[in-house]
């Protein structure tokens, strides 16, 4: 590299930085000028959508493309689906980063962290919170809005500035920024304000400091609890929210983090900080902004403008807190405290989001233990019901990603933990039903895409993409969010049955299109699991699902029929954790005997369902004929399986007299569907022949389980 000239050199020192400053102010102002024009543009289109042909769910889909293409009408034409087919629209509260889809998730990237959360600082997170928000940017400068306020702050009482200039000046940046305070202020105008406020939440609470910061001593805490106590002392809360930033801020690894008087030494006195402020702190907010049914009973006025950084401050050093903690009883407790605050939480749009991304850390992190995540769900799901709905988005769609991504099975172990968070996600999609329908249809919708491509490629690679426990614990998923609100609470909420009922039919498309997509004996595993999604689908709806044909065509596979199985002394395997046979037990005796075992389970529970429907004799007829020809041609090699399929077609046989002698008592006909559709609905499924020996092979199912996940757990 050549010498530099000597005129380089001198504009390097004289002009470089300069000249770098105005580029940056002037790229600043493009990007502004460039939003206001694309908001002008969406205002000036208006609501104009390409409507395009609707899924309503009783079309014939043809290879998939149909739904796949597919977009919502009827009442629920108008909801905007468009932000959920991106990446991160909201670039919050979720455990994926700005660019992933939910593709790279379904397609076994099992190895992923967990913890690459976007920040809540990204130029392009901010530009879309501002799209949710729908808030209109402010086009005066800051400088101009700046005296404004000041302006308006000091005709309307001159006292109280003259005040706050004497004793407290740096809140009156808080002040100008965030005076109005009101909900509907979540755009990209407040984003900016907040960002700054961080800062400024903390130091509008203190004097300038010196460079020696005061060690906290116990007699401190004790004085400044007392005082907020007793006296409602406005410096003792500062001192004690200064105090209580320290000690969250002790490890942090935020460099910009701004210094405080008080340091914190010794873990006596970290205790103590924490405990002081988490009892007194909270009172003392519902004295200068009290909560009436969940909410900030007013915010404006003079208490609303003292207590607003002060907050901010309580806020930041409570989430820098749970970022911080490793052990699970003091996570317990902080959640705990944290839902305290989520009416305050609420008035702050960004600290509202950081809260959620932390939930949802939380949710998906493989190091805490279930009651944190029980607990997390808890706090979300109030925080959700008290929010504007874009928060609503973001968690529900960062519930589902955070479960997806770790979906995965690693043993039987950890079966346990995965069914908890699909509970916990189940129950969160139970807030709010147009939003519900939204992310099950986009996300159902990505699932049919891929099933459409595998079929097209019919490669290697595509099979992958969909036979892997990612997309398998998604159709989990979505099949127990649409049997909890399409059945077990369909009574309870009629509104979510009716608006996800259309989503039934799709996804029982797919399950199917899973289970044949390669019907060889090695996935046997992969067909059970889905024949399960399918029962569990029927059984809670109440619609009918062709779930026979597909176990029997596992019964009339050639390696039941015609292939001699290979003897082997491997161990029992369990079809819980795998979705295909080992190498080592294809075609052997142990794994066609454990598939046997499971295909007989589901056998019995899918004809126990139909047990109490009044067409029962006359629809298990085709089915007890080709289970008495499979006993014919397979029961000498299979004897044990052989006499249990006896006591299975006898139970059938029992179960059939007792429609048929129900059905002799009634006194209407056929073309009543009313009567017919509650035939036999005050008799329990249970109480018949063949519901009563499924429920004992369930049980018996369920301690073999039990029994391997404590062997597992004890290795």
Not at 170 to 185: F, K, Q, R, Y
Not at 280 to 288: D, I, L, S
Not at 528 to 543: F, K, P
Request: aromatic share 8%; proline share 4%; net charge negative.
């Amino acid at each position: 590299m050549g010498k530099a000239k000597k005129s380089t050199k001198k504009f390097n020192q004289r002009h470089l930085k300069d000249e770098l400053e105005r580029r940056k102010e002037h790229k600043k102002t493009q990007k502004l000028v460039q939003k206001r024009e694309v908001k002008k543009k969406r205002r000036a289109n208006g609501s104009t959508e390409d409507e395009g042909e609707a899924f309503t769910g009783v079309e014939e889909i043809d290879d998939l493309a149909g739904f796949a293409e597919s977009k919502p009408k009827g009442a629920l034409a108008k909801l905007d689906l468009s932000k959920f087919t991106e990446a991160d629209p909201t670039a919050a509260g979720d455990d994926v980063s700005d660019d992933e889809d939910i593709a790279a998730l379904l397609e076994g990237d099992e190895d992923e962290d967990d913890d690459d959360m976007p920040s809540d600082s990204d130029p392009e997170d901010e530009g879309s919170d501002a799209e949710v928000g729908g808030e209109d940017e402010d086009e005066d400068d800051e400088e101009a809005v700046f005296k404004r306020e000041l302006e308006a702050v000091s005709k309307k009482d001159p006292k109280f500035l003259e005040f706050m200039k004497k004793n407290d000046p740096s809140s009156l940046a808080i002040l100008e920024d965030d005076d109005e305070g009101s909900e509907d202020e979540e755009g990209d105008e407040e984003e900016a304000e907040e960002e700054q406020d961080e800062d400024a939440a903390m130091s509008d609470a203190e004097e300038p400091q010196s460079s020696d910061a005061t060690v906290v001593t116990s007699k401190m805490l004790e004085d400044w609890e007392k005082d907020i106590t007793e006296n409602q002392s406005l410096k003792s809360l500062k001192r004690l929210l200064l105090a209580f930033y320290s000690a969250s801020h002790m490890e942090s690894e935020n460099e910009s983090a701004p210094q405080t008087p008080y340091r914190i030494e010794g873990m006596r006195i970290f205790n103590k900080t924490v405990t002081a402020s988490i009892r007194a702190v909270p009172k003392a907010f519902n004295h200068y902004a009290p909560i009436v049914n969940d909410k900030v009973a007013q915010k404006s006025g003079k208490k609303w403008g003292i207590a607003q950084a002060l907050i901010k401050s309580y806020l930041v050093s409570l989430l820098e807190l749970l970022k911080q903690m490793s052990d699970p009883a003091m996570i317990q407790y902080l959640i705990k405290e944290s839902e305290r605050m989520i009416p305050y939480f609420v008035c702050f749009t960004r600290y509202t989001r950081e809260f959620v991304k932390e939930l949802l850390r939380l949710f998906g992190s493989a190091s805490v233990d279930d009651g944190v995540r029980i607990l997390a769900l808890l706090s979300l799901r109030r925080l959700v019901s008290l929010s504007p709905p874009e928060v609503a988005d973001i968690a529900l769609k960062g519930i589902y990603l955070t479960y997806v991504r770790n979906s995965n099975v690693k043993t039987i172990a950890n079966l346990t933990t995965i069914q908890l968070m699909r509970n916990c996600g189940v129950e969160l999609y139970g807030n709010d039903a147009n939003a519900s329908y939204q992310h099950g249809f986009v996300y159902i919708r990505q699932l049919a895409i891929h099933l459409r491509n595998s079929m097209q490629l019919r490669s290697k690679e595509s099979f992958r993409a969909i036979y892997n426990w990612q997309f398998i614990n998604s159709l989990n998923f979505w099949t127990e969010v649409l049997a909890t609100y399409c059945g077990d609470r369909a009574e309870e909420q009629p509104q979510f049955c009716a608006t996800l009922e259309s989503l039934v039919y799709p996804l029982t498309q797919i399950i199917l299109g899973v289970a044949r997509l390669v019907p060889t004996a090695k996935y046997f595993p992969l067909r059970i699991h889905c024949i399960s999604q399918l029962l569990r689908l029927s059984s809670a709806t109440g619609i009918y699902i062709p779930i026979l044909p597909m176990i029997i065509e596992v019964l009339e596979s050639p390696e039941f029929l015609s292939r001699r199985p290979i003897n082997s002394t491997l161990k029992p395997l369990s079809l819980d954790s795998q979705l295909k046979a080992p190498k080592e037990y294809e075609h052997t005796r142990v794994y066609l005997e454990i598939v046997l075992e499971s295909v007989f389970g589901l056998l019995a529970d899918a004809i126990a369902a139909q047990s109490v429907r009044i067409a029962f004799p006359e629809w298990v007829v085709p089915a007890v004929l080709q289970l008495r020809r499979w006993r014919k041609r397979a029961g000498k090699s299979w004897s044990r399986f052989s006499k249990q399929l006896q006591g299975l077609l006898e139970k059938i046989d029992q179960s059939s007299l007792m429609v048929v002698q129900q059905r002799n008592k009634v006194d209407f006909g056929p073309a009543n569907l009313t009567g017919a559709n509650q035939f036999m609905s005050d008799i329990s499924i249970d109480a018949t022949p063949i519901g009563a020996y499924a429920s004992s092979l369930r049980k018996v199912k369920a301690q073999q389980r039990a029994t391997m996940v404590e062997a597992e757990m004890e290795k």
